[in-house]
């Protein structure tokens, strides 16, 4: 249980209890899509039991799970035109716009009750005494799909996403110019430069020295913007910084994340070993990232 992006928000006030909580989620349990449901969401035991809020240590992990039905657009059209031209051949009269759409709507709803599934789950960790909410959500929809539901669910629950009173890109490029990360992060080898013109034009360094060339400097003062920057804190965790204060690729060095801890004696045993030394690492590695962005931007 390694989370490998983060999505950072503030909750507003304490949560209260995980029992009340889970009774929020609730209001929302996962369904599977019916036949004519492209895709479903709803709250899940992140843990495969009947508890929608697992606890430990005063730390929470819930878990949103998806159904997505699987038909490519190409798939429907391909049908559509098919029968398109079946009735052309038999009528000689090729079908107006009106019934095509209409066609095309039908042959969606009778594939879609045919269509595979995919299945995914989108964790979130949740700090009640620290105000923390950090989604593993690798994309920008899977995080709305968790907030827009979280806030549907919990109506109760105030939360916002982190701001910090420094600018992400602004403190990259700095980082960058000056060749030095902040007290506790080093600059690792991977960083995404991209203009604030129309063009957007973009330069991309992958397994390369940032500190020990002058190009990233020139690109600086030409006018370009840190929009990723890979870091490490304290040799314990790696991350990519964003400029939307995203955290990518998450890798937490100091463990073995794929065989947990070697004293566990059951699978439940290591996943709350794991979770554990998660949370309380990231709880410190939050405190000093915030910090270093200037702390957090004032209401």
């Not at 503030?10 to 004519?36: K, M, T």
């Not at 429907?76 to 000689?92: F, L, N, S, W």
């Not at 019934?99 to 709803?109: A, P």
């Not at 923390?132 to 799909?145: C, F, I, M, R, Y």
Request: hydrophobic share 40%.
């Amino acid at each position: 249980m390694f989370f490998r992006n983060l999505q950072l928000y503030r909750l507003a006030d304490h949560p209260g209890s995980a029992e009340q909580f889970a009774v929020y989620l609730n209001r929302h349990v996962f369904q599977p899509c019916s036949s004519l449901m492209k895709e479903s969401h709803g709250w899940i035991p992140p843990r495969g039991d009947d508890r929608l809020v697992f606890t430990l240590a005063g730390h929470w992990l819930i878990a949103l799970g998806t159904e997505q039905k699987l038909l490519p657009a190409s798939v429907v059209r391909q049908e559509v035109q098919q029968r398109v031209a079946d009735i052309e051949a038999r009528t000689g009269l090729r079908p107006g716009k009106k019934r095509v759409r209409e066609m095309r709507d039908e042959v969606t709803d009778e594939l879609l009750a045919r269509a595979f599934s995919r299945y995914q789950t989108t964790f979130a960790w949740i700090d009640p005494e620290g105000k923390w909410l950090a989604l593993d959500a690798s994309s920008p929809k899977k995080a709305n799909d968790f907030v827009e539901l979280l806030r549907k669910s919990a109506d109760e629950l105030g939360f916002e996403p982190l701001k910090t009173a420094r600018a992400p890109s602004s403190a990259m490029a700095e980082w960058l110019s000056e060749r030095d990360g902040p007290p506790g992060f080093s600059i690792d080898r991977e960083c995404v430069l991209q203009s604030p013109l129309e063009e957007k034009a973009t330069v991309r360094y992958t397994h390369h020295p940032l500190l020990d060339t002058d190009e990233i400097r020139n690109h600086i003062t030409a006018g370009k913007v840190p929009i990723r920057l890979a870091m490490t804190w304290e040799g314990r965790i790696s991350f990519a910084l964003t400029e939307k204060l995203e955290l990518k690729k998450l890798q937490f060095l100091d463990v073995n994340e794929d065989s947990g801890s070697g004293d566990a004696d059951s699978a439940e045993e290591r996943f709350e070993s794991d979770f554990a030394l998660m949370t309380t690492m990231l709880g410190k590695f939050l405190t000093d990232l915030v910090a270093t962005l200037g702390g957090e931007e004032e209401a």
